[in-house]
Nanobody
Framework: QVQLVESGGGLVQAGDSLTLSCAASGLAFTSNVMSWFRQAPGKEREFVAGISSSRRTVYSDAVKGRFTVSRDNSQRTVYLQMNSLKPDDTAVYYC?????????????????WGQGTQVTVSS
């Protein structure tokens, strides 16, 4: 049984930093692209960042230069370091896994999802 468990969300002020974690079990972690998506109320789920097994990374334009995605294969965990947070970053953040070498930005291509963690940035 595949499980992706996110943690690290919370309420912060604009300009603060936050690090999200996603612990994976039940899948071949090193064979999966691991990505972060987010969904704000009333909006579609959108790609934030992804990292391949070779640690190649892709970021959305909205977070490029502020967020950093990384992975620890020994711990089967993927991280999202978020700096200079803005109120527009407020959303539920989801971890997702895709058994491929390509980092896709489309949610439908991902095989497994976590339950999400809330990030709220106050102005």
């Amino acid at each position: 049984q595949v499980q992706l468990v996110e943690s690290g969300g919370g309420l912060v002020q604009a300009g603060d930093s936050l690090t999200l974690s996603c612990a994976a079990s039940g899948l071949a972690f090193t064979s999966n692209v691991m990505s972060w998506f987010r969904q704000a109320p009333g909006k579609e789920r959108e790609f934030v960042a992804g990292i391949s097994s070779s640690r190649r990374t892709v970021y959305s334009d909205a977070v490029k230069g502020r967020f950093t995605v990384s992975r620890d294969n020994s711990q089967r965990t993927v991280y999202l370091q978020m700096n200079s947070l803005k109120p527009d970053d407020t959303a539920v953040y989801y971890c997702a896994a895709d058994a491929t070498v390509f980092i896709f930005m489309t949610p439908a291509t991902y095989d497994y999802w976590g339950q999400g963690t809330q990030v709220t940035v106050s102005s």
